[in-house]
């Protein structure tokens, strides 16, 4: 099976400052998924990453998939409290897998 | 894209008792799975349910606790039977996945037993 590790387990920044969260896989990955879960609520897609060194942006976040393939970083520029939040990073293979999640907390 | 709603989305239940949660996709999906969250964990799957065949569960969960339904391609039911305050999770149905798809996912049904 495949693993997906994430990094930082827990993140607490002040307002303004900018973040990254790390995605390893323990293989290729064939595509990897960022989502973000607001606490208590259900799970909201941010971007999907395919090809090797792809780079995406939404708004204030940029995702990463290195060469490789076998890690992504999600990037926060400027964090606002609107950014706090449960992060998950995704891949799919027999089944869908996800990481270990990093919980991020935005001081006003 | 796929719409997925879900109902209920949420509820307090006791102990012993048995909730059914519906899953309602705007399209045909061959396949649909059920996730659970619980407190300050990550996602971790029930279930794969096909329709037409028994659903396929993980380790650690069985039919017996966790009975789902698949009646047609674009609803499925879970249920959680007999709960005790452990099943207080969120529960998540989803679609789509594989190496060329986009995994979307229903809004989740908050469940608290108390």
């Known amino acids: 099976s495949q693993e997906l590790e994430q990094s930082p387990q827990s993140l607490i920044v002040q307002e303004g400052k900018n973040l990254t969260i790390n995605c390893t896989s323990s293989k290729t990955l064939y595509g990897l998924y960022w989502y973000k879960q607001k606490y208590g609520e259900g799970l909201i897609f941010l971007m999907m990453l395919q090809k090797g060194g792809e780079e995406k942006s939404h708004e204030k976040i940029t995702a990463k998939l290195d060469e490789k393939k076998q890690q992504s970083s999600l990037h926060i520029t400027a964090s606002q409290p609107s950014h706090a939040g449960i992060y998950l990073c995704g891949a799919p293979g027999n089944q869908f897998y996800f990481g270990t999640g990093t919980s991020l907390t935005v001081i006003p | 894209s796929a719409v997925i709603s879900q109902k209920p989305s949420r509820d307090i239940c006791q102990r012993g008792t048995s909730l059914t949660i519906q899953c309602q996709v705007d399209?045909?999906?061959?396949?649909m799975f059920w996730y659970r969250q619980q407190p300050g964990q990550s996602l971790t799957l029930i279930a794969t349910?096909?329709?037409?065949?028994?659903?396929?569960?993980e380790s650690g969960f069985v039919i017996d606790k966790f009975p789902i339904s698949r009646p047609n391609l674009t609803f499925s039911t879970l249920t959680v039977s007999n709960m005790s305050p452990e099943d207080s999770s969120i529960y998540l149905c989803s679609v789509g996945g594989g190496a060329a798809e986009t995994q979307y996912f229903g809004p989740g049904t908050r469940l608290l037993v108390l």
């Open positions: 349910a096909n329709q037409g065949s028994e659903a396929t569960y």
């Open positions: 399209s045909q999906v061959t396949m």
